[in-house]
């Protein structure tokens, strides 16, 4: 089996192997490699000490020397270079007391996590897969190297990241790994708000978005998202819908391309439905002021994992928006694209209509009409670059002061409202139109 490495990787390799060390490539590159993929980034282990891969190639960065990985710099692209190693016992679900460095290839292989990622290869040796990778890739499993609940107690995040590489992937997860992601999800609250969220957003943006059902059923997310687990438990009795809250929020996941920011928004939309169902003397469901409550949630769920605010920004405006009625007129839907910003509308559209199709088929042709002249709408609205916000007012502060309004917060008071009138009349925005209504006080 021949797998065709970089050119730089080689002379990494070939340079160890000169020197007398062993050296291959390792890990997800090879398992990309085989399933014909392009690997993201290219490691080497190799049998030769940090000290002695330091002394071999002219600019190096010490990474993780500690952990015996050297950072091989050619020209501008970076390699990581590890030596092979042992760890030690483990603390904590996360890290090694110590690691031993060690001559022999298949012992650092024994320590990686799964068998697909646990082949190495160069071109003289060819492909190393003891731990039967090539298998596993074949047969779709993803499976422990070794005893699963000794890779899952070494670092607990394991147990994400073998749903994550499920769901990336398209495989089932091997039965004796699936019991130990069970009988250790709980160790999941050990793990760094940051490693969660990191393998969290990797498994609602790849292919199969849907094995976050494999997590739930695992008891994962009663351990990194037990939110989650209150909308598995949440009907949705009510004739738009035909999924209880968490099958629906899955669907509409689904119904959406793999864009972190319109995951993440329709993996929480629906989230405060948990807190406001009520049901009327029908027995029908209602969820009155749910986006409401879906936004408040969702802010602390991405305050506790740790989101940088350009994130929370986009998301939590698009579930505060989500189920936001836009009429179908042109000033309908400037006046809905000023409420809702800019550069969040295209956005809003899109998490509605993937909402939208998580439902049941009741009025599906109307809503469908309804959403496809919004759409027209707000493309003939870009088109005919009609005034949307007040950076394309055509009067400003400085214009309102000049011709005799007095400075303050009055000024802005005073823009809004006439951005308001331009939303519903967009060829009133000429200046001088403008000026001439607020001087003839038909504007104050």
Known sequence: MKISLPEKVNKIIETLNDAGFEAFAVGGCIRDSLLGREPEDWDITTSASPQEVKELFPRTVDTGILHG???VMIGKEAFEVTTYRIDGEY?????PKSVIFTDNLVEDLKRRDFTINAMAYNEQTGLVDVFEGVHDLTHKLIRCVGNARERF?????????AIRFSAQLGYDIEEGTQDAIKAQAIDLSKISAERIRTELIK???SEHPEKLMVAYDAHVTATILPEFDKMMKTPQNNPHHRYNVGEHTIKAICYCEPDKILRLALLFHDIGKIECRT?????IDHFYHHASHSYEITKGIMKRLKFDNETMRFVLKL???HDINIGQSSADVRKAIYEVGEDIFPLLLKVKEADMMAQSELRRKQKEEILRNIKKTYHQILERQDCISLKTLAVS???????????GKEIGVLLETILKLVLEHP????KEYLLNMIAQEEIH
């Open 69 to 71: 990985t050297v950072t």
């Open 91 to 95: 603390e904590n679900s996360r890290h």
């Open 153 to 161: 107690s070494e670092d607990a995040l394991r147990i994400l990241r």
């Open 203 to 205: 498994l609602i943006i």
């Open 279 to 283: 049901t009327d003397i029908d027995k």
């Open 319 to 321: 579930v505060k928006y």
């Open 397 to 407: 502060g400085a214009d309102l002061i000049q011709a005799g309004r007095k400075p």
């Open 427 to 430: 060829d009133w925005n000429q």
